[in-house]
């Protein structure tokens, strides 16, 4: 008999599950090394995703897959590439929130359905999974992992269309949310976007061949030329080489493309919507510098997600830009502490200031978001005992009081400490001498040069779909994957 404190943990892990999912994309059709250029599309995209990755490739008859916990050097050798043969092949990364993070929750997701093997990359994140789910299980349908695009598939098994492909876009016409997928048949590649086009997903050409992946930068990796983006609510189906494009779903009112991959989560050298997502953050640097001057002596970024938007403010201020502060880029989630506690050992293993440069400095620290304000309230104490006189905090994004619902990893609305806590207290909490957010105004103007609607729920609270899940008691999982010991 399970306690019951056990099982209200079993379903928070089921929730995350459900809630935090950030991903990358990537698929190839018709390329002589199909599984060599994912696991190079998907090295570009680490970024999206750090804790399993997988591959699956197909020869047109059969498919063939390896997915494991791990990065993608980590988890892809020459040989395990060799045995993945065929001209097509499908790849993902994934992150997610311990717990959560289990092998059977790895993608792509893999099943045999009576026409044939299909496997699903996503990236995005449904809000009616659990709802559908638990109506399926209610007639018997049996899941095996947490992820949404068993949803897909469950549905896809069941749909009454004749094609693997129609049956797709009737199962994708059940779902809300977030998703851009890329799909892989025994003979075709199918890359979709959500009716609000939440996550990105572009096209690519290399050699002839047919490349989707979630960001540009994966296309420049493989040295493919870009051709578009795909639209929200597009379904683009390449077969025997031919693209063809539908637009099968009910268009959404506007396009809720997430601003969040423009302030954080995408690579600088990526292109958006053909937006460089380094100009876009600079200029976000630059409308935080108008919103809050301050008089000081040097900018300095939080290494890297504050890097651009720290050169735009330093910019347009006329403040020298100083990198104050140096990370270590080799940190893992665990290590060996030393016996004798060493002061502010934890921060120093990431972060440590670079002595001198601060000493008696008025420092602005620039970084892109707070989330529970853990990394501030370290850095600017470091930066206080590397000599700083007064430190300024600047937020080239405006204060996150919503978790997000459509992949990114954001913690619960009362982790966030900015929708439990005033600025004032914030302020106090993280111990800086003046605090400033970009504002929803500024970052809306800023975003007007985009020429698309956005998502901004995470800073706004006003969320373009609603979350069905969060009213539902998903069923529990009683299986608790054990990790394999090294
Ligand atoms: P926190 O220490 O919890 O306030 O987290 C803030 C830091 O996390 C900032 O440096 C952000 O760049 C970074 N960050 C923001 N959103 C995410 C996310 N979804 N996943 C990982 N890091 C994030």
Redesign the pocket.
């Known amino acids: 008999m399970m306690r019951s404190d056990e099982a209200v943990e079993l379903l928070r892990e089921r929730e995350r599950d459900h809630f935090r999912d950030?991903c990358g994309v990537f698929g190839v059709h018709g390329h002589g090394e199909a599984a060599n250029i994912t696991y190079l599309g998907l090295y570009a995209l680490q970024h999206r995703g750090q804790e399993s990755c997988g591959i699956v490739s197909s020869n047109g008859r059969e498919h063939y897959v390896h997915r494991a916990m791990g990065l993608v050097a980590d988890v892809f050798g020459e040989k395990t590439l060799d045995k993945l043969p065929g001209r097509h092949a499908i790849g993902h990364v994934r992150?997610s929130t311990a717990g959560a993070s289990q092998l059977r929750n790895a993608q792509p997701f893999c099943a045999t359905t009576d026409a044939g093997p299909v496997a699903i990359a996503h990236n995005g994140n449904l809000v009616n999974a659990g709802v559908i789910r638990r109506e399926l299980e209610g007639r018997g349908a049996i899941f095996s992992t947490a992820v949404d695009s068993e949803v897909i598939v469950q549905l896809l098994a069941r749909s009454r269309e004749h094609s693997l492909e129609e049956r797709l876009i009737d199962a994708l016409s059940r779902v809300k949310g977030a998703f851009s997928l890329v799909v892989m048949t025994p003979d075709a590649l199918i890359a979709t976007r959500d009716p609000h086009g939440f996550r990105p997903l572009s096209l690519g050409r290399l050699d002839g061949a047919w490349v989707a992946a979630s960001e540009t930068c994966a296309l420049d990796l493989i040295g493919a030329s870009f051709e578009r983006d795909l639209d929200p609510g597009e379904v683009v189906v390449v077969r025997r080489g031919r693209l063809r494009t539908l637009r099968p779903f009910t268009p959404a009112p506007r396009e809720r493309f997430c601003i969040?991959e423009y302030i954080?989560?995408a690579r600088p050298d990526s292109n958006l919507n053909r937006t460089n997502v380094y100009s876009f953050r600079k200029e976000l640097g630059r409308a935080l510098a108008r919103e809050h001057p301050v008089d000081a002596d040097l900018v300095v970024p939080?290494l890297d997600?504050?890097n651009t938007a720290a050169l735009g403010y330093a910019e347009e201020a006329g403040i020298p830009y100083e990198q104050a502060m140096i990370r270590n880029h080799y940190v893992r989630r665990t290590f060996i502490e030393p016996a004798q506690s060493i002061r502010h050992f934890g921060v120093k293993v990431k972060h440590n200031a670079v002595q001198g440069v601060l000493v008696g400095k008025r420092v602005v620290l620039v970084?892109?978001?707070?989330?529970?304000?853990?990394?501030?309230?370290k850095l600017v104490t470091m930066l206080r005992s590397g000599g700083a006189q007064e430190v300024h905090v600047r937020i080239s994004s405006p204060p996150?009081i919503g978790p997000?619902h459509y992949g990114?990893?954001?913690?619960t609305r009362e982790e966030l400490?900015a929708a439990v806590h005033t600025e004032q207290e914030i302020r106090n909490i993280i111990g800086t001498d003046t605090l400033g957010y970009l504002s929803l105004e500024g970052l809306r103007r800023t975003a007007e040069g985009l020429k698309h609607g956005f998502c901004d729920a995470c800073f706004s609270d006003e969320y373009p779909v609603a979350i069905e899940d969060e009213k539902t008691t998903p069923q529990l999982s009683l299986f608790r994957e054990v990790e394999e010991e090294h």
Not at 408 to 411: Q, S
């Open positions: 950030e992150y969040f954080y989560f939080v997600s504050g970084d892109d978001s707070i989330v529970r304000g853990t990394t501030l309230t996150t997000c990114i990893d954001t913690p400490i």
